[in-house]
C-alpha cells in the first residue's frame, strides 16, 4: 500500500517510500505583486513577473507607505547580486532611510565604519533586506537618537554603537528572528537570554528582565545617566566593560547566580561607592573589574565565596588571602598588607593611600601597582622583593623617600618616574642596571648614590630632574669610564660631576 503525500504546486501526489506518482500538480497559490516583491506563491514561494515599485509622493509610498530611501549613499557591489552600503557618500539627510534595492540588486549588509563618526546623523531606518551590520557601523555618531532594525538582521558587528552618547533607543521589527528591543529601547537576542546593548541615553533606574543570562560587553558602557541598576538571578556572567563609565551609580548588588565578571566591568564608575559580591563568582578575569574608580571604599565579597574574600576593610583577595587582587580606589589612610600575602594585584589610582607596608611574603610588585597614588608619602619595602616592574610607584606626587630594595638587580622603566617629592635615592649594590626613566620628572630629587654594581643606564633615566646637584658613585672613576651610559641618561639635571671614591669624572651636557 502506498503511503501518499498530497500534491504541491510542484509536486503531484507522491508516495514516501516508493517515489510513485499520482494524479497533477496543483495550480500555484498566488499572491499579488507588492513594491518590493513580485507576483509570489503562497505555498512554494515560487514568483512571476516584477515588483511593482515605489510610487513616492511627500517622502513616502502612495502604495506601501514606506518612507523614502536616502539618496547619495555609497554602496559597493558584492559577489555580482547584491550591495554593500560602504559609507554616507553626498548624502545630507540627518535621518538616513537605507534603500532595500540599489541598481535593481537588493541591498543587504552595512559595511565596517560605514557611518563611523558622521555626527550629522540623528536616526537610522534600517529595512528588512540588510542582514548584517559590520563593526563599528555606527560608532561616535555623537548625535544619534534612534536606530530601528529590520526584520532581516540576523549578524552585528561588535561595538556597532561604540561612543553613541545620544543614543535613546534601538527599536528591533518585531519579526525580527534574531534580535529583539524591549520598551525602553534596548538591544536582546530573540528570546531576551542576552542584552547586547543598552542606549547611551539610558536613564535613572533599569530593571534587566529575568530571562537574562548574559550581560554582553559594553552593554551598559558610558550609560552615564544610569542611577541604578537591578541585576536578576538569572544572570550568569557580566562581560568586559558592560558597566564601564556609568558615572551615576552609586551601588552595585551582584546576585547570587552570577559566576563571571569580566575585566573592566565597572572600570570608571565615578560615583561607584560599594559593591557586593557573592559566593557564586569565581572569575574576575584576567584584570580587575573595579580599575578607576575613585569613590570606591569596600569590594564585600561573601564569605561563603570559594574563590574570594575580602577584609574588614573592602580589599580584595583571593580566598585564603595569598594574593591582594584589589585595594579600592576610594580607600583613605594606610594600610598594612597581611603576611600571607605573596602577590599584590593593584592599588593603581588610590588617591586617598597616604602609606603602605609591604611584608616579606611579597618577592616582586606588578607593573603600576601604586601608580597615581597622589596621596602616598612613605612606602615599607622588604627585601624580599626581587623585582619592582615598570610603572609601579609612576606619578606618587607626595612619595618623599624610597628605600629599594636589596635583593633589586634592576630598576625597571619609569618604576618612580614622576615622584615630585623625592629628595634623596641611595640604590643598593645589588641593582645592575638603571633602566630609562626610572627618575624621570622627579623634580626634587637633590642627590643620589649609584653603587659600583652598576653597568648600564639608560637613556632619560634621571631626565629632568632639574634640582640633581648631586650624583655619587661608590666605585673608582675608573669603574665609572666603564659604566655604559645611554645617550641623555642625564638630560637636563643641573649636576656637572659624578664623585667617585677616589675622585671625580665630569658630565657631558
Known sequence: MHNWQDATCIRPKTC??????????????????????????????????EVLGHTWKNGKCTECGAPKPSEGLAFTLGNRNYYIVSGIGSCKDTHIIIPDVYKGFPVTAIGESAFNSCESLTEITIPDSVKSIGLYAFASCKNLGSITLGSGVNAIGEDMFA????????????????????????????????????????MGTYTIPESVTVISARAFL???????????????????????????????TIPEGVTTIDDSAFNA???????????????????????????????WVSENNPAYSSDEKGVLFNKNKTELIKLPCGFQGAYTVPNTVNSIGTAQSCEGLTSIIIPESVTGIDETTFAYCYSLTSVALPDSLTRIDEFAFYSCFKLE???????????SSSVFAHCYSLKSVTIPDSVTNIHDRVFESCTGLESVTIPHSVTEIYYYAFDNCRKLTSITYTGTTAQWQNVKLWDDWNLDVPATEVICSDGTVSLSK
Request: hydrophobic residues 35%.
Open 16 to 49: 514516501k517510500d516508493c517515489r510513485a506518482t499520482e494524479g497533477e500538480v496543483i495550480a500555484h497559490n498566488w499572491q499579488d505583486a507588492t513594491c518590493t516583491k513580485p507576483e509570489t506563491c503562497e505555498g512554494y514561494g515560487a514568483t512571476a513577473g
Open 163 to 202: 561612543d553613541c552618547a545620544n543614543l535613546t533607543g534601538i527599536w528591533v521589527s518585531e519579526r525580527n528572528p534574531a534580535y529583539s528591543s524591549d520598551e525602553q529601547g534596548l538591544l536582546f537576542n530573540k528570546d531576551k537570554t542576552v542584552l547586547f546593548k543598552a542606549p547611551g541615553k539610558l
Open 222 to 252: 558610558r550609560c552615564e545617566a544610569l542611577t541604578g541598576i537591578t541585576i536578576p538571578g538569572s544572570v550568569q556572567s557580566i562581560g568586559m566593560l558592560a558597566f564601564s563609565n556609568c558615572d551615576s551609580l552609586t551601588n552595585i
Open 269 to 299: 564608575c565615578s560615583n561607584l561607592k560599594n559593591i557586593t559580591i557573592p559566593a557564586s563568582v569565581t572569575d574576575f578575569g584576567d584584570r580587575s573589574p573595579f580599575y578607576g574608580c575613585p569613590k570606591l571604599t569596600g569590594i
Open 401 to 411: 623617600s624610597i628605600t629599594i630594595p636589596k635583593g633589586l638587580k634592576i630598576l
